[in-house]
């Protein structure tokens, strides 16, 4: 139904420009109004329900003079100005119900695409894991082959220890009398090298290392050594007899110190679990739990984990 305007009464065309008296009810164009359009634009929502024509506003005025200026609004005036209020505040609450469905409809939308991005980021993940364990198994395989020519290196080396320094000792005499003592007659022509190394313990005599020209003759020194240490130990009072020190002398193949810590860490194992043998044998590691139980070869911690 067409709006007819109260002032020219003319057919109001454009529902957005025309004002609506809040007591009559009629209806007016903005410029028969009074206003001017620009104006119109910054009036309020309720300020456009509560204004009123010339003619009902000049009626207010007339009623006024008869009531004090401090008297309150006519009931009816306040119920359209709370009605036009709520109105207002029902549309903001719907606008704002709105704007939240449209957020979640757009957060929606992206649940795809992130589902997208979270499964590749968990395959990307799982390649770094592969790639990960390929990496960690290749350089344990580095580090074990190092560690295999490292030791290889030692294979015709004894060490020694037990000995205590003497200012001017000459480390070379030293092996060849240990040797004679273990009834083995050498000259200084089989050792190649014969020097200490030095030790974490301060307070212990550093090692002497003899580097032998065979692997042959390191393992028969160390098999007589063995055989003559199971009779009776070659302590330091029979090196040096005017020394009283009853301290043993021990030999022992020249382990590297990875070897050296799997040899401890071995003989621990072998105390916690009741294993009765633990040995080295040509820079190689043995365990056994009994006479009747095969021989294990120990070469890495791995080896140990697998028994427990």
Not at 26 to 48: F, N, P, Q, V, W
Not at 213 to 240: C, M, W
Not at 248 to 263: A, E
Not at 288 to 307: A, F, H, T, V
């Amino acid at each position: 139904m067409e709006l007819q305007c109260n002032g020219c009464k003319l057919f109001i065309t454009n529902n957005k420009s025309y004002l609506m008296c809040c007591e009559c009810k009629h209806s007016y164009h903005i410029e028969c109004a009074g206003k001017r359009s620009e104006k119109l634009d910054k009036l309020s929502e309720i300020e456009k329900c509560a204004w009123k024509c010339k003619a009902c506003a000049q009626s207010d005025s007339v009623s006024t003079e008869k009531v004090p200026k401090d008297s309150i609004m006519q009931p009816e005036s306040q119920i359209m100005q709370f009605e036009a209020f709520e109105k207002l505040n029902l549309e903001q609450k719907l606008n704002v119900q709105f704007q939240m469905i449209l957020q979640i409809q757009n957060q929606l939308a992206m649940v795809p695409q992130l589902q997208e991005k979270i499964q590749q980021l968990d395959n990307d993940n799982k390649k770094i894991v592969q790639q990960n364990a390929f990496l960690h198994r290749q350089n344990q395989e580095l580090q074990d082959r190092v560690g295999d020519l490292e030791q290889r290196s030692r294979i015709k080396n004894l060490e020694i220890s037990g000995i205590p320094e003497i200012p001017g000792e000459n480390p070379t005499d030293i092996a060849l009398n240990i040797f004679r003592l273990i009834g083995i007659e050498l000259t200084a022509t089989v050792i190649e090298a014969c020097h200490r190394v030095p030790t974490r313990n301060p307070r212990k005599s550093k090692p002497i290392i003899v580097a032998l020209n065979s692997r042959q003759l390191k393992n028969n020194i160390l098999n007589t050594y063995r055989t003559k240490f199971k009779a009776s130990k070659i302590t330091v009072s029979n090196l040096y007899p005017t020394i009283n020190d009853d301290k043993i002398i021990f030999l022992y193949d020249h382990l590297t110190v990875k070897n050296k810590n799997l040899l401890y860490e071995s003989k621990k194992f072998a105390k916690d679990n009741n294993y009765k043998f633990t040995w080295v044998r040509d820079c190689k590691l043995f365990l056994r739990k009994n006479e009747n139980s095969p021989i294990i070869s120990i070469s890495s911690m791995s080896d140990i984990e697998k028994l427990t």
